[in-house]
């Protein structure tokens, strides 16, 4: 038995998390949800022994995964080694239930089957443009939100801490790909049948077979739709029936799911059950909350909008409009046309005489995405010559993890040998920006560090702290920290101001900012 105390409840780990509920216990890892007593939020942690020779895997799959940036995968946020003899990956945290606990109770609708798997097959997709792969993707993976949003987990460690099978010696990508590919064909089939293709996984029933094939999700479950019917056996059919294209592609299986789902109008020879149930789950299938909550979770209301179908898509209205406008009359069709040319020219009249608007405006309604940083220099008003490495400041914006911009490095004292306050570098976003979040990936630990923020007027690069704002103050930060600001931040420039270097050697101390990645709306 091991001398290390267990982790339990309460305890506080990398000095900020405290952890509160134990949420599951699989292949020799743990998963919490703890509190970030530094930002106040909940965040999830996936804890392994740094004794276990996994350990260090575990830790490479979670770093790489960290290149996949698409929402629909739970971000991870931290990553620390040896806590306590633990390794731990600190992620978001997702108020959620687990596909594998809705498919237990029934079967999905049609149209919300369709537009999980195709939210899926996306962010499959995004991950696979970076050359990252899940490899273990079940419905224990997949989690749906009371508004409906799906969220992916898992993404490279589900791999590290499985237990190494005959599949995963496979070295070729293109391999690796397909069986995400079959995974997504095998989560379609669960999503409308409640059966997993292959055998017993995350306690649904293994799918049947004859003649060992696999049985059509129509012969099967009545009401599955012919669509969703035939892009399972494009996925899955080696080959597919009556000579139709194999699907190979996560972003083809998205793309194609998109535009199925919506159950047949003609007569069906296994027909849905659509006209006999409700518009929202099925009213002929149970909504029964397996063994109490979820740990962590609120009770799911009686209606759950998880199972509410999903709004159509912009191709779905377009293609109804279409129908309604082909049983009107043609010309009134035609002056529709001639009407829409006319409104677009106008506007195009106007808009070249409203006047000149500035580049850099702010559209408050954009999305937030990844703002591209122009520029980085280094920020040391406090040194002799006023330069700190300044030859490496591009180091901290190449996207490369193994290069970084680094300090001098101090003796006698982590806040840099007593000598100044700190030194740092300027990001320059080539115009004023909102923004909403600063991800650092950062050599060492612990790392202390302010966040500042120049005004919105600033169009030269700051070289002092006199007019900047503090956005945000981390103390004892790992080799991976996210930082959330607070809203309506608008500026040009972000200040990154390290107080306090890790330890390098014994009795000099270096910070490093190995890559910088500023979120907001541009």
């Known amino acids: 038995m091991s001398e290390r105390r267990t982790l339990a409840s309460g305890d506080v780990l990398a000095r900020r998390y405290r952890l509160q509920e134990l949420i599951s216990e699989r292949h020799g890892s743990t998963t919490w949800r703890a509190h970030d007593q530094i930002l106040n939020r909940n965040v999830g942690i996936e804890v392994i022994s740094s004794r276990d020779p996994r350990a260090e895997h575990f830790l490479r799959a979670a770093r790489e995964s960290t290149a996949v940036t698409d929402p629909r995968f739970l971000r991870v946020l931290d990553l620390v080694e040896?806590?306590?003899?633990?390794?731990?990956?600190?992620?978001?945290?997702?108020?959620?239930?687990?596909?594998?606990?809705?498919?237990?109770?029934?079967?999905?609708?049609?149209?919300?089957?369709?537009?999980?798997?195709?939210?899926?097959?996306?962010?499959?997709?995004?991950?696979?443009?970076?050359?990252?792969?899940?490899?273990?993707?079940?419905?224990?993976?997949?989690?749906?939100?009371?508004?409906?949003?799906?969220?992916?987990?898992?993404?490279?460690?589900a791999t590290a801490l499985a237990p190494v099978g005959r599949q995963d010696t496979l070295s070729d990508l293109r391999a690796y790909e397909q069986l995400d590919v079959e995974a997504l064909g095998k989560l379609l089939y669960a999503c409308v049948t409640s059966r997993w293709p292959g055998g017993d996984v995350d306690g649904l029933l293994a799918a049947p077979t004859e003649h060992d094939r696999l049985l059509r999700p129509r012969q099967v479950r009545a009401g599955v739709s012919r669509d969703l019917d035939q892009v399972a056996d494009r996925i899955l059919g080696s080959p597919p029936r009556h000579h139709a294209t194999p699907l190979r592609k996560a972003a083809d299986i998205g793309r194609t799911l998109r535009l199925t789902g919506e159950d047949e109008d003609v007569l069906d020879d296994q027909p849905s059950l659509a006209g006999i149930s409700s518009p929202d789950l099925l009213r002929l299938d149970p909504v029964i909350v397996p063994g109490g909550p979820p740990p962590g979770l609120e009770p799911p209301r009686r209606r759950p909008k998880a199972y509410e179908p999903a709004p159509p898509t912009s191709f779905e209205r377009g293609k109804e409009r279409a129908k309604g406008a082909a049983r009107g009359d043609r010309g009134l069709i035609l002056l529709g046309v001639v009407g829409a040319l006319v409104i677009m020219t106008l506007i195009g009249v106007l808009a070249s005489r409203a006047g000149q608007q500035s580049s850099d405006a702010v559209n408050d309604s954009s999305p937030l995405r990844v703002l591209?940083?122009?520029?980085?220099?280094?920020?040391?008003?406090?040194?002799?010559?006023?330069q700190e490495n300044r030859a490496d400041t591009t180091f901290a914006i190449d996207g490369l993890p193994e290069t970084g911009w680094r300090t001098s490095t101090y003796l006698g004292s982590a806040a840099l040998g007593g000598l100044k306050d700190g030194v740092g570098i300027v990001l320059d976003l080539g115009g004023v920006r909102e923004v909403d979040s600063v991800r650092l990936r950062l050599s060492g630990a612990p790392t202390s560090l302010v966040i500042y923020?120049?005004?919105?007027?600033?169009?030269?690069?700051?070289?002092?702290?006199?007019?900047?704002?503090?956005?945000?103050?981390?103390?004892?930060?790992?080799?991976?920290?996210?930082?959330?600001?607070?809203?309506?931040?608008?500026?040009?420039?972000?200040?990154?101001?390290?107080?306090?270097?890790?330890e390098v050697e014994p009795g000099s101390f270096r910070g490093e900012i190995r890559d910088v990645v500023i979120r907001g709306r541009s």
């Open 453 to 502: 923020a120049a005004p919105e007027s600033m169009d030269k690069t700051p070289r002092s702290r006199g007019d900047l704002s503090t956005v945000a103050t981390v103390e004892g930060a790992g080799s991976d920290a996210s930082i959330s600001l607070r809203s309506g931040i608008l500026t040009r420039y972000v200040v990154v101001w390290l107080t306090s270097l890790p």
């Open 82 to 157: 040896n806590e306590r003899g633990h390794h731990l990956v600190t992620r978001e945290w997702a108020r959620a239930f687990g596909l594998d606990q809705l498919l237990a109770q029934s079967s999905l609708p049609n149209r919300r089957a369709a537009t999980v798997v195709a939210e899926v097959a996306e962010a499959i997709a995004h991950a696979h443009e970076h050359g990252i792969y899940h490899r273990r993707l079940t419905p224990r993976q997949v989690l749906l939100k009371q508004s409906g949003a799906v969220r992916v987990v898992g993404l490279g460690v």
């Open 372 to 386: 591209p940083i122009q520029r980085a220099t280094d920020f040391d008003p406090q040194g002799e010559d006023g």
